[in-house]
């Protein structure tokens, strides 16, 4: 690029993104997240706003935890709040099951670190209190894993993701609630993939004491807006006690923006940082529809529209291994092993967002965030298939097409 050049405008084509997310953003968080006005982090709409979504995250969430908001950021900036408490040396255990929950370890090994073992390896830590427990890809982390390293451990803290998106696995969140409760240890829980698609509520999981979600997967916001946390008074007492190596996302400052101040809601909040408007009323409208849709029929939208993809791949051949409701992981048939890479890529490149798994060995993802209808699912498998084809499968698509028809009219018989 010569002194006197200028890039043309940036143009970013519409795909369909049918990956793990970020999903499909609803036309309404667009419109207004475009239509808000030019307002500062301070004017009282958008302060308003704030307190508004709150209030509606606690919904959301399904807690009383007056300490509930959002991180501005994506997953990882409520997800570095979240572990913000963990200081060094503090003694943790890392229930690790894919690639999300192997990097929510690493962020907490960075935090447990010594300066020493910082200075050892800096990137990839390895401080003594902090254990990491193994769980293959493909396999879900189960209530007796989590009991027996707890009991042996007896760690300060216990981390583990709900739903483990790089694997497409559900772990056994009320095994580590009830195990968290009986070792008295403090709970923290990656739930990114799971708030705004299963139907929980926090609160009834007493050994968790700090949940981060993200803005992109299941709340259906746009990335880069706010990410959900939530934490109990335990939590909130224990940071006020031994504090916390962050200003931005200490979550006693951070929370003072929403208008929470010692674990009280104030009229309204108070300078932490430069908040977005547009962000602001994006986030807002995007919690509207959540609450709209109501938790327990979103949920069944999203098991009954998973399971119709399911069935559809399994009559193409494809072996699926995850059970969550918004993501199917899957093997090609044998005459495509090997070549997950390649048929993602061509995917990809006619603007039809899937994604390899990103940890070893290599499955094909393809996600159904907001995309709950006979017709998106129908398009999904069509676009797959005939990917599958044009790399030689030579796979019935009339029989995918016929499985999803077969579960959409049984689901119309049962109504
Ligand atoms: C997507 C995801 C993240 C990271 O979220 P970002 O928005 O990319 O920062 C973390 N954990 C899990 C389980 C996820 O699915």
Redesign the pocket.
Known sequence: MTDTELFPQLVIPETLAAG???GNTDARVLAAFAQAGIADHMQADVLRGMIECKHMLRKVWGTKNTYTFGVA?????G?DALFSAILPGDTVVCFVNGT??G??ALTVRTRAATREDLKANSLDPKPASATVIQVPHGQSVTADIIETALAEHKPTWATM??????SGRINDIRGFSDACVKHNVMGLV?A??SLGIEDFAIDDFPGVVGWAS????GVLCL?LTY?PVSFTDRYIAHLRENGCYSYVHNPIFEARHWGIVDGKDTAAGSYHRTHSGYAVAAFHEALRINLQHGRAQKAADYAHHEAALRSAVQALGCEVTSNMTSLVVLNLPGALAGREKELVASARAKGFGIWPTLSEPVQVRIGILNQLSEAAITEIVTRFANEMNAMGANVDVGKALKALETHYAAAIAAE
Do not use: Y
């Open positions: 793990p997310g970020p950021g994506t997953g990882w900036s997800l999300f929950s990097i929510d993701a709900h739903w483990e998106t790089g990656d990114v993939s993200c803005p992109q997967k990335p990410a």
